[in-house]
């Protein structure tokens, strides 16, 4: 099974930019359709964004315009650029599938002055 591990998340204040990477132990994003998901406390997990496997992104309405999703076939990395940062936006993030198979410990993101 190919392994997917997040990283980069960290405390931001609002306005500003966090970069998160998704890094695969083999190849994925480059035949399957990957993307981000968040959990805030006391909240579902949501999706937030998707790239296909041809690279065509899509998001969720409330990061549309504010994150922008990538991949690096050649590193098996994923990434999420997060800009213009909320406190909305605070949660745990992961990447995964999708649809979703197992989930990985993921990254916190804290947005807060």
């Known amino acids: 099974q190919v392994q997917l591990v997040e990283s980069g998340g960290g405390l931001v204040q609002p306005g500003g930019s966090l970069r998160l990477s998704c890094r695969a132990s083999?190849?994925?994003?480059?035949?399957?359709?990957t993307g981000w998901y968040r959990q805030a406390p006391g909240k579902q997990r949501a999706w937030v964004a998707r790239?296909?496997?041809?690279?065509?992104?899509m998001y969720a309405d409330s990061v549309a315009g504010r994150f922008t999703i990538s991949r690096d076939n050649a590193n098996n990395t994923m990434y999420l650029q997060m800009n213009s940062l909320k406190p909305e936006d605070t949660a745990v993030y992961y990447c995964?599938?999708?649809?979703?198979?197992?989930w990985g410990q993921g990254t916190q993101v804290t947005v807060s002055s």
């Open positions: 995964n599938r999708i649809p979703p198979r197992s």
């Open positions: 083999g190849s994925i994003f480059s035949i399957a359709t």
């Open positions: 790239i296909s496997s041809g690279g065509t992104p």
